[in-house]
Each structure stands twice: as structure tokens, then as C-alpha cells.
């Protein structure tokens, strides 16, 4: 059964920093563009952030771009998303999802672009 799984999500004040991981089980992520995805409350997803099979394409949201950073570990079978200089703006629930895209070396951070997804995990920033 192909299953990923977020976590590292919580409560963090403003100006902290918050690392989710997403582990794979059932499958190898060596060949899946990855990527995270946001929904707040009232509001539609947002891509965050995506990273190639490769690893060689990453593309960011405008609204994250300099504070959030994501990664791939393919030993560990795991994507990783780095956050920092949070912002309350940036509360909502974060998913990961992935994709066997034809083409290795692209990624999109368009949500119908992906076939695999996580069950979310909560990021709340506030004070």
C-alpha cells in the first residue's frame, strides 16, 4: 500500500522555525517529484514548495521563498520541508504528495499534478 506520512507539525510563535518530514511506505521515492502543499481554514491549497526526482529543480511559493527550504533523503525514503521565520499567515494544515513525472528534472506546485498524498499535518503561528 503506497502511504505517506507527515509530521513535525505544532505550535511555534512567530519567528520560529518548524521542520516537517514525509516519509514514504509502499513505494520508492527515488523516482517522484515531491511536493508540499497548505490549506487554512476558509481558503483554498496553495503549493508551497516541490523539489524534481532529481533533485535538481526546487520551486517555491512566493509567499515562502527565502525562509521555507525542502529536501529529499531517498536512503531514508523521506522528503523533508524547512521552515523558518514563521509567520501567522503561514498557519494551516501542510501536506506532502508525489508524483512519477516523465521528465526528471521537473516538478510543479500544482496540487491536480500529483497522485499520492499525506493526511496533513497542523502548523499553527501564533503568539
Known amino acids: 500500500q503506497l502511504q505517506l506520512v507527515e509530521s513535525g507539525g505544532g505550535l511555534v510563535q512567530p519567528g520560529g522555525s518548524l521542520r516537517l518530514s514525509c516519509a514514504a511506505s509502499?513505494?520508492?521515492?527515488?523516482?517522484?517529484?515531491i511536493g508540499w502543499f497548505r490549506q487554512a481554514p476558509g481558503k483554498e491549497r496553495e503549493g508551497v514548495s516541490c523539489i524534481s526526482a532529481s533533485g535538481g529543480t526546487t520551486i517555491y511559493a512566493d509567499s515562502v521563498k527565502g525562509r521555507f527550504t525542502i529536501s529529499r533523503d531517498n536512503a531514508k525514503n523521506t522528503m523533508y520541508l524547512q521552515m523558518n521565520s514563521l509567520k501567522p499567515e503561514d498557519t494551516a494544515v501542510y501536506y506532502c504528495a508525489a508524483v512519477m513525472h516523465p521528465n526528471p528534472a521537473i516538478c510543479l506546485i500544482e496540487g491536480r499534478s500529483y497522485d499520492y498524498w499525506g493526511q496533513g499535518t497542523q502548523v499553527t503561528v501564533s503568539s
Open positions: 509502499g513505494f520508492t521515492l527515488n523516482y517522484y517529484a
